[in-house]
């Protein structure tokens, strides 16, 4: 082979490995650059995720915060139809006092015609004059003793219609909030949606609000918490107020003596199932400073905590219960009532007969 041809294939050669070492640079570079913007992907993928888990958690969490205040509302509800049944028998018993006032008033104004005839007459009878100036005295008496118990419920239709309208103010309040809750629903759906990316695997889809079954399920359940507390009826079978747990009952309070109350009650219903493994809260409550005693039960040596603030919380089984309601503070007030009510998320609904006093001016009122 001569000179010219060895040359030949020498620069063909060396072409060709350059070609295939630069084609293998080609490849490699591609190749990084494909497992960059894999990375890249596979990290935005796992920030979306999180995101949309994120986002998933906080629509859980806003769905159970209008579900606890939509409790409330309806509690607030059944509250305000309590004081409205309330402020109609008050108003009948002063229409009623009316009626008598009047009627006394137009006896007397009869009386003082009498009496003044008699007077004026040429023989007055001194007798029958005083007879008849005792009987009006008396009549003025029960008109000024209707009058101040007229008076007395005339503030407390005051008082309740003022309840009322701060319930109302309650409600207004709360029914904002949840609008306010699924609005943020909505602009979390909608933000999911953007992204429109599908939920990863164990991700629970945010739930979606269907509005008449948002309405079916408050109107049962707000039935359903009316159909409670309505019906729901308290037998106390048994209160004793002691120093000692086997003390002896007391009948007049040392109010640095008296640390238990024990109290054996049953909850009545027509359909007893409709109560069962329903919550309830009984409160010693303290009248006269209008605030509840708590139960100190867990951790005696800590009256201020907040442990059992409310009062004792339970859940009906369908026995008669037995509570031992223990507080080692000192009592300052001198009328306690023993209040039961009807406890979910959010609101406490009085029972109407749930209460019973059980000290009056410092002395044991219990059957």
């Known amino acids: 082979m001569n000179t010219l041809n060895r040359r030949l294939i020498l620069i063909a050669t060396t072409t060709l490995a350059l070609t295939a070492t630069a ?3 080609f490849q490699t570079d591609a190749y990084n650059n494909l497992k960059i913007d894999f990375n890249l992907l596979l990290k935005e993928n796992k920030i979306n995720k999180k995101n949309i888990q994120e986002q998933a958690i906080i629509i859980d969490q806003l769905i159970e915060e209008i579900e606890i205040k939509e409790d409330s509302i309806s509690g607030l509800l059944i509250t305000i139809d309590g004081l409205v049944a309330e402020i109609n028998v008050l108003k009948e018993k002063v229409r009623s006092k009316n009626q008598k006032v009047q009627k006394l008033s137009s006896s ?32 003025l008496d029960k008109m000024l003793t209707l009058d101040r118990e007229r008076e007395k419920e005339k503030n407390r239709i005051k008082i309740k219609e003022a309840a009322v309208a701060e319930t109302n103010h309650n409600i ?6 949840v609008d ?21 695997a164990g991700t629970p889809a945010p739930m979606a609000i269907d509005k008449e079954m948002e309405v079916l399920i408050k109107t049962r359940k707000q039935a ?10 308290v037998n106390f079978t048994s209160i004793a107020l002691r120093d000692q747990k086997e003390g002896k009952d007391f009948s007049k309070i040392n109010n640095d003596g008296w640390r238990y109350t024990l109290i054996d009650f049953d909850l009545v219903h027509p359909n007893p199932e409709v109560i ?11 009248v006269d400073n209008q605030k509840v005693v708590p139960v100190n039960e867990s951790n005696p040596g800590f009256p201020d905590s907040k442990i059992g603030s409310t009062g004792y919380r339970f859940i009906y089984e369908g026995q008669p219960l037995s509570v031992t309601y223990f507080n080692s503070q000192k009592k300052t007030g001198k009328n306690y009532e023993i ?24 002395a044991v009122a219990v059957r």
């Open 172 to 177: 207004e309040d709360l029914e904002s909030s």
């Open 339 to 362: 209040r039961l009510y009807y406890a979910g998320k959010g609101f406490l609904i009085p029972l109407p007969n749930g209460s019973t006093r059980i000290m009056s001016d410092g």
């Open 276 to 286: 069962l493994d329903e919550a309830f809260i009984l409160q010693v409550f303290d």
């Open 23 to 25: 084609a293998f640079v």
């Open 224 to 233: 359903r918490m009316t159909e409670i507390v309505s019906n729901t009826k």
């Open 180 to 200: 306010l809750d699924k609005e943020r629903i909505q602009s979390n759906n909608q933000s999911l949606s953007i992204n429109n990316e599908p939920f990863p």
């Open 108 to 139: 007397v104004t009869e009386l003082t015609r009498e009496i003044s005839q008699l007077k004026n007459g040429n023989s007055a009878d001194q007798k029958l004059i005083k007879e008849l100036a005792d009987e009006r005295n008396e009549l």
